[in-house]
């Protein structure tokens, strides 16, 4: 025993640090969503019995395709809006122009407030009686009724860059941060305008950054829940779908909420694994084009 | 030769104010829906095409505190936070040593396993939790919702933690030694002091992260575990909007000041890697 003891001491005390973290990964994590996974396949209100009446229900319904589809349309919106937001504003910010850290403060405050009061913000400012509406009717010419904008797919997409874009912003700005001046002076020196400088230097050696940030904000919109339950109106991604499953109807639906939940963690999954190919590709591709202009 | 440079100088001046157009209104953007909930807050009567609210009240407060019964919320989501910070603070500690310091088999695998919570959209596993506080009894009680909120607390508690354990340089230790300090005072005296700030940090995000949650609370709480954000989705729904924002108000000014904190503290990107979209 003493023995066993002398030789296994070391990795028992590392067992045992890591202890509670497993118990909590096990119970607070893993055993639910085993059981989340168990219950999609039980019928609807049982204990026992397997089907996959849930999954087909969901998948054949247009209902269901239609929420997939919006979920991925938010996401992938939001996503790209994001980017080409980030990269004019992080080039800016580079530059520590006047006042920029008031404005990289300002960035972080999407990041701080709780996405429930924010959306609650942008609906007031974008509602019938906001500052937006009034703005338009009183300055811009032939706009007489409010612009709708809370409760329509857009005015939801814009809510989602409003309150994730900052993940791809900070990254982006990091990724700007920590690039070498020196490739983009050679570059000049070498008869480059700021334009080709721009093209072929910056932009491909910080596109492993960008893409990183728009996982983040990707993965934040994919999965975001109180803002659309509240600003969403009709169009209720995932995430909201799967909450009114357990919260609408009576008795509630465990099982088909938890077989829209399996499908949603699926496709996150998936869809991340694909992502982070395509990080880990354009990071060899930028790379091997920012050594061959740098020896340009 | 001249002309073009002016030119130049122009355009890189254009390309700048443009920048500050930018800047201006994108901040204008997002603090504008604050101001608009902070006026919401106290005005009175505000209706049709004005900008401002001909009156200001504080009526909407007392009704927040009242009828929201805004003291009851607060003290059930520090209650709360506390425990889940507790929690999340300990398992940080000890599975933090064990990354940042000590030598395992599969450490990466074993890290991306714990860091997977943060991967996943959290109402995917709310719903298991939910399912399993419901056998247990534990919904409606602080600890179970405490204990939900520790599924998104602890990984960024072990992940801080980590890298500030692992950045504890067994140089400075032994120096301690030689110098004649025995395994306590170099713990209180130098360990402590180095470590302390990465746990304060962890403390103040995994705080930050429980007051915020919203998702694993809406699926975990009851009528004596209200907290902030539950009460202001409440209240949207009732469609008070001037109380609503009353709520709102007083539920983002600690957010502020942990901003500043962070502002101060910690580096943005940290920052990023630990906060999910809730």
């Not at chain 1, 909590?24 to 639910?32: I, N, Q, R």
């Not at chain 2, 919320?73 to 999340?88: E, P, Y």
């Not at chain 2, 962070?262 to 890697?273: D, F, M, N, S, T």
Request: charged letters at 15%; a positive charge.
């Amino acid at each position: 025993m003493t023995r066993f003891w002398r030789a296994h001491s070391s990795n028992l005390t590392t067992l045992l640090l890591l202890f509670p973290a497993l118990a909590g990964f096990f119970g607070l994590f893993f055993y639910p969503m085993l059981l989340t996974l168990i219950l999609s396949f039980r019928p609807e209100g049982q204990t026992a019995g397997w089907t996959l009446q849930n999954y087909t229900r969901f998948l054949r319904d247009p209902d269901g395709q239609w929420v997939i589809l919006l979920t991925f349309l938010l996401a992938l919106g939001s996503t790209a809006l994001s980017v080409l937001l980030s990269v004019p504003l992080a080039l800016i910010l580079r530059e520590k122009v006047r006042g920029h850290r008031f404005y990289r403060l300002m960035i972080l405050v999407p990041l701080v407030i709780p996405g429930l009061i924010g959306a609650l913000g942008l609906l007031l400012f974008f509602g019938t009686r906001g500052w937006f509406n009034l703005f338009l009717m009183q300055f811009i010419p032939f706009i007489r009724r409010p612009v709708a904008v809370n409760y329509t797919i857009h005015g939801l997409m814009f809510f989602y860059v409003w309150l994730y874009f900052p993940y791809t912003c900070v990254t982006t700005l990091s990724a700007l941060e920590s690039l070498d001046r020196s490739l983009e002076e050679a570059g000049e020196v070498s008869g480059a305008n700021r334009w080709q400088v721009l093209r072929h230097i910056v932009l491909p050696l910080i596109t492993p950054g960008i893409l990183a940030g728009s996982v983040l904000t990707f993965m934040a919109a994919f999965g975001a829940f109180s803002v659309p339950l509240i600003a969403g109106g009709n169009y209720r991604p995932l995430a909201v779908e799967i909450y009114k499953q357990i919260a609408v109807p009576i008795p509630a639906r465990w099982s088909a909420a938890s077989a829209i939940a399996v499908v949603m963690g699926a496709l996150q999954v998936v869809f991340l694994a694909l992502y982070m190919r395509l990080v880990r590709r354009a990071g060899g591709a930028a790379a091997g084009g920012a050594g061959a202009g740098g020896v340009r | 030769m001249r002309l073009l440079r002016a030119y130049l100088r122009g355009l890189w001046d254009g390309k700048l104010l443009l920048g500050y157009t930018l800047l201006a209104s994108l901040s204008l953007l997002i603090l504008a829906p604050f101001l608009m909930i902070a006026l919401r807050s106290v005005g009175k009567g505000w209706f049709g095409r004005l900008w401002l609210p001909p009156e200001l009240t504080l009526e909407w407060y007392r009704w927040a505190v009242e009828v929201g019964n805004i003291p009851e919320v607060m003290k059930n989501t520090l209650i709360i936070g506390v425990i889940a910070v507790a929690v999340s603070t300990v398992i940080g500690i000890f599975a933090g040593w064990a990354f940042g310091r000590r030598q395992m088999p599969g450490k990466e695998v074993l890290m991306a396993l714990i860091l997977l919570p943060r991967m996943i959209p959290p109402i995917t596993y709310a719903l298991g939790v939910a399912k399993i506080f419901y056998t247990l009894d534990l919904v409606d009680t602080y600890l179970g919702v405490a204990l939900a909120h520790v599924s998104v607390c602890a990984p960024y508690a072990i992940l801080v933690l980590s890298a500030t354990f692992e950045g504890l340089d067994e140089r400075v230790l032994e120096a301690a030694g030689v110098c004649g300090a025995n395994t306590l005072k170099r713990f209180f005296y130098v360990v402590l002091p180095l470590i302390m700030p990465g746990i304060l940090a962890s403390m103040i995000f995994s705080f930050t992260h429980s007051y915020n949650e919203f998702t694993l609370t809406l699926l975990t709480y009851g009528p004596h575990t209200v907290t902030l954000p539950i009460r202001t989705y409440l209240a949207v729904g009732d469609g008070y909007w001037e109380i609503t924002s009353a709520m709102a108000v007083i539920m983002v000014l600690p957010s502020l000041a942990i901003l500043a904190m962070i502002q101060r503290r910690a580096e943005p990107e940290k920052l990023v890697g630990g906060f999910k979209g809730v």
